[in-house]
């Protein structure tokens, strides 16, 4: 037995080292990925109060990120209202939208109001506040941009630039809702980075948020010991599970 828990510690440092590098890769490519934004507190475009509680009412809500100004936000819009259309007629699905309007001299409240009217679009759009722009970190990608977020308020997905199709965005939307779907109707199931396995990359980042390397995200499929939190114990779990060696 403490053969064995020696081999099984090596290989998980030896992950670790191997998986710190991987991990940071993954973490910087995928922009706002793991950020919590269930703080946010905001407006949408007639002054109404809109907070971080919004994500309790949905598994899944998408924020697009739009400016008046901006060619292609303008040209998917559509896309996110016929988005918005089809999930409110099948409220089953709990999946909201919102828009995300990203206000400057050329883009103002009145001018973006204006937009949605003329269009006709119904879903809630707010005005950008620090804490969502931190998730999307406008300056550094600009707009259009696209966030999936759990009903928790942590980023599950983020994408820059805009759908090509409706059809594109529907099918994306579908496959993160059909993630957290399961995920929350599975609990703990140690797939922490949401890709349908229980893989060591899951390992990896159980074991560097029980060490506080990076923020902790997800915690409702990595705290496996339902304490609350990931912790060391979570992780070897883990690493277990993506070994075969638990369920």
Known sequence: MKKFLAVLLSAFLTLSSFGLVFAETVDASRNGVGIDISD???????????????????????????????????????????????YSSTPEADVQVLGAVYISISCTPTSARELVEEHGYTFTNVILDSV???????????????LIVDRHGVVRAHVNGSFASSEQLRGFVDSWYEILLAEESQGATGDINGNGTVEMLDAVLALRMSMSIIEAYNVSAGDINGN????????????????????
Request: one cysteine or more; a negative charge.
């Open 40 to 86: 946010f507190s905001t407006r949408d475009l007639y002054a109404n109060t809109v907070t971080g509680e919004i994500f309790g009412d949905a598994v899944c809500t998408v924020i697009n990120e739009w400016a008046t100004w901006c060619v292609p936000c303008v040209a998917e819009l559509p896309h996110f209202q016929e988005l918005h259309e089809h």
């Open 228 to 247: 609350g939190s990931i912790d060391m114990s979570d992780a070897v779990v883990i690493l277990r599970m993506s070994m075969g060696i638990a369920n």
């Open 132 to 146: 969502l722009d931190s998730a999307f970190d406008t300056e550094n990608n600009g707009v259009p941009a696209t």
